[in-house]
């Protein structure tokens, strides 16, 4: 059993002025940008080549199917790695490849700035922000998908600055209850997406990281009760920063929060309920699916554990405030590297 606990609340600015630069001239990260926003604010102008870690990740849930993507660029390996989950059968298809020593992909350094995109034989992705929100294309070899993610104006998200050390430092902007509609396909059969029905979350990530980490994630997105309710929890890679990764949304608006969530799990079966304790978290996270993966390349280590299944429990705001949460689909995860 895993548990992560520290309620001390930490200091955490919140940026509302226009955009600033993630680094200095000399490559170490600028004090000046240690913060959180509501809207992209920074530009990670990360320099020298080794350390730096830069991908997308978007992940859009029907009530039958989840359908999953990273783009990343390593410096000394990057690629596209694709996912697919049948909610009914529990059928899981990965798609995708890896490539050490990729060429230089251009990924924006604000997040939705503009468009990204990478083409090889074996695959295919492109990025395209749009008046409605964000173009998403994928090919695989069995998996494809062309989905219009759905963003209104003023759309609210979390973007953090985590400062390990000068050198070490990551900047993440976590988004959900978004909408998307377009369709997926797998092995020739084409499943269709639809507005009313779907959620859609975004993981950007753009920072130096050291050469080991564990880190948990945790995102949900639902109706319960007629509020529209977002929960977006994160821990062990934050801790001993002065940052958390740890945010509420309710009705489109953000709530930050500026302390730990304990987290308690299983390692041994991450099928089993997850508790997540806070002064404005009471939630339990059913699984109902748990997909694994172990990649070993000489150096080079990735295991993840995430489960698939709903939230439920109590989240409060700061003004004390109760909303319920039943029933809100999502995903809790937990991720060691070594890159």
């Keep these: ?59 859009i849930s029907t009530p039958e199917l989840v359908f999953a993507f990273s783009f990343s660029h390593a410096d000394y390996r990057g690629g596209l790695a694709i996912y697919v989950l049948d909610l009914v059968t529990g059928v899981e298809v990965n798609d995708g490849e890896a490539v050490w020593f990729p060429r230089t992909v251009d ?46 104006d003023g759309h609210e998200s979390m973007g953090v600055v985590v400062p390990w050390t000068p050198r070490r430092f990551q900047y993440t902007r ?36 050291p050469a080991k980490v564990v880190w948990n994630w945790g995102s949900g997105a639902g109706v319960t009760d007629g509020h529209e309710i977002g929960i977006q929890l994160g821990a062990k890679w934050t801790d001993g920063s002065p940052s958390t990764e740890n945010a509420l949304r309710v009705d489109g608006v953000i709530e930050k929060l500026s302390h730990d969530v304990e987290w308690s799990y299983d390692t041994e079966d991450f ?20 997909r694994h993966s172990l990649t070993r390349k000489l150096l080079f280590m990735s295991r993840e554990d995430q489960s698939f299944g709903r939230w439920d429990g109590e989240i409060r705001s700061s003004s004390g405030k109760a909303y319920r949460v039943e029933n809100v689909f999502g995903w809790a995860e937990e991720v060691q590297r070594r890159w």
Aim: hydrophobic share 35%; net charge positive.
């Design 174 to 209: 976590k988004d959900n209850c978004l909408h998307a509609e377009g369709w997926v396909e797998v092995d020739g059969v084409r499943r269709p997406i639809a507005a009313t029905e779907s959620w859609a979350a975004l993981d950007h990530g753009r920072g130096k990281w």
């Design 271 to 290: 099928m089993k309920p997850w508790t997540f304790r806070g002064p404005q978290v009471d939630l339990t996270f059913t699984p109902a699916h748990h």
């Design 107 to 152: 990924l924006p350094e604000t997040s939705g700035d503009a468009a990204m995109s990478r083409r090889s034989a074996r695959s295919s992705v492109s990025i395209t922000p749009n008046a409605e929100g964000t173009l998403l294309e994928v090919q695989g070899v069995r998996v494809s998908a062309r989905i219009q993610v759905i963003e209104e």
């Design 1 to 59: 059993m895993t548990v992560f606990d520290r309620h001390v609340p930490k200091s955490e600015r919140e940026h509302t002025g226009p955009r600033v630069d993630l680094c200095l001239p000399n490559g170490r990260l600028d004090p000046a940008a240690v913060s959180w926003s509501r809207l992209p604010h920074l530009r990670a102008n990360l320099r020298w080549w080794g350390r730096r870690k830069r991908f997308e990740y978007w992940a």
